[in-house]
């Protein structure tokens, strides 16, 4: 250990040197070089800015502008949720025939980062302009027809984002560390804006007055687009296939073989079970406006938070190979069960509320990483079972399972609310009456979705060393249609 430490000054120096000889050819063994790693890296920042902002006009009670401002009950949140489902159900199919169909010179997902950026963007701003003193059941119109066109565009936006980085390199470990260490990058894009939002608020009367939106939701969004132009120039897609592969499948086709695939089951069974464990995180907005009623408090507990999702998301590529991904999945969630549970008895004590709070966020921090770079692996099963890469199908028959889920799941939590008093007038909030029964039921709900989800986690069992050889075999395949 101590002989580890003594060269540790060297292998600093040595840094930027190899930094400087892989800048536009990767290292031996490599498929990405330290310049594409930037790109991807910095213009996720843009990315992720925008896609924060569609969490600001979120279909449900916890959204500030959607919920307090607009003054929509959650019943109806919810219902209108269950129509967006349908929506995205029926849009399904033609994504992924259009993303598994993409020949493009740029690749199956860089093109769509350049199509659907900027309709997003507007989009977004458009959500903070509906007038709020039209009729009600108008207004509700107006905003489920807006939300539906603005959830197609965003939701090919990101997914063209995410998923490129599961296609920059075939190598397992260097696409654990790319998600590592660019999901740490690009998260400074929503750390941002969760920070300066709520603090900026405070001079255009907080986060439940239009004008906050109105002002700065163009400002995020324009600098989120300038950036998101670095990650499309600046990467390149690289799938093992044969140089004579064409991207062709029909849709009945590509379901069936989707559908023989049990890893595909199984971690899809895992985020359906998941849905509802991220409630704890719901808590923070109303806990900072409501119990402490201060915004300056919401953007600096935003960025307090922000920051837990770190540790374990660099660490991910460490754990992963220590431990595998199957055991970190298990195990994080399980620490997060622990610490929301915690939170059921610290409400009246902010800083040990908000203390548990962070270490429950901190374990789920890997948590992207980890089923990201799984689903990568799923690809290249897939292809190496079936000969076609779906990368289109895998991700959107998986969106169709989990929004169907969703459909159903989404109307638990407003249930509730209701239940305890929360309906048009959100003010009520102010109320420890109604607030804390509220609050214990998105804790409960947290750690039952984070002990069941583990349960298909269980039987997975594609190891590292299985997708190594994995890969392997896909390259020898390659090298003989050449």
Known sequence: MLEKIKELPALIREVPKEIKTHWKKPADGKYISYSEFSSYSIGGIGVNTINSLFGYVALNANCLLIGSAYGIKPTHLAWLNIIMGIINLLKTPFISMLIDNTNSKYGK????????????????????????????????????VTYSVLMIFQALYALAFTSLAQVLTPNGEERTSLLSVSMFIYSLGPSIVNMLLPILAEATGGMTDFKTYRIYFPVFSIVGIILSFITFRGTKEKIVVPKNYVAKVK?????????????????????????????????????CIYQLQSNTMLGIMNTVIGTAS???????????????KRNVLIWTNLLRAVFSALMLVTMD???????????????????????????????????????????????????MITTFAGMFTGLIIPYFYEHYGLKEDYNVLYEASVRTPIFNILIITTIISCVVCIIPILFYNLSEKDHKKIIEELKERADETV
């Open 251 to 287: 849709f009945t086709d590509g379901i069936k073989q989707v559908s023989k695939n049990k890893y595909f089951w199984l971690i899809n069974l895992h985020t359906v079970l998941s849905g509802l464990k991220y409630g704890i995180g719901s808590i923070l907005g109303w806990y």
């Open 109 to 144: 997902f860089r093109p769509y980062l350049l199509y659907t950026g900027v309709p997003t963007a507007i989009l977004l701003c458009a959500m903070a302009f509906i007038p709020n003193d039209m009729n009600y059941w108008a207004k509700v119109s107006v905003i489920g």
């Open 349 to 399: 004590s902010s800083v040990l509320f908000i203390g548990c709070l962070y270490i429950a966020t901190l374990m789920m921090g890997g948590d992207a990483v980890i089923t990201s770079s799984m689903t990568a692996e799923i690809f290249d099963y897939q292809q190496w079972k079936t000969g076609t890469r779906l990368e289109g199908f895998i991700t959107q028959f998986g969106g």
């Open 310 to 324: 770190v540790p374990l998301m660099l660490l991910a590529p460490l754990l992963a190979k220590k431990m595998g």
